[in-house]
């Protein structure tokens, strides 16, 4: 993980950093929770732009588990 950081300190633009880095995040916990990624991704992204942002706290992958175990 910290090689990839280093590989992705010039992404093209200020905002992918921080946007890769939560989208790293999400993955990492996802994966320490033991969720499958393929059953966690296709939950997850369709009808998100839909969603409330308050909505966004139930997405995170821990909190995703405890609904779908």
Same mark, same amino acid.
């Given at each position: 993980? =910290?090689?990839?950081?280093?590989?992705? +300190? $010039?992404? #093209?633009?200020? &905002? @992918? #950093? /921080?946007?890769?880095?939560? +989208?790293?995040? +999400? @993955?990492? !916990?996802?994966?320490? &929770? #033991?969720? /499958?990624?393929?059953?966690?991704?296709?939950? +997850? /992204?369709? #009808?998100? @732009?839909?969603?409330? $942002?308050?909505? =966004?706290?139930?997405?995170? /992958? !821990?909190?995703?588990? &405890?609904?779908?175990?």
């Amino acid at each position: 993980m =910290a090689l990839r950081r280093k590989n992705w +300190i $010039h992404l #093209g633009n200020k &905002q @992918a #950093g /921080p946007r890769v880095a939560a +989208i790293l995040s +999400i @993955a990492e !916990t996802r994966k320490r &929770q #033991g969720l /499958p990624l393929r059953d966690y991704l296709l939950a +997850i /992204p369709p #009808g998100m @732009a839909d969603r409330k $942002h308050q909505d =966004a706290k139930n997405l995170t /992958p !821990t909190r995703w588990k &405890q609904h779908h175990a």
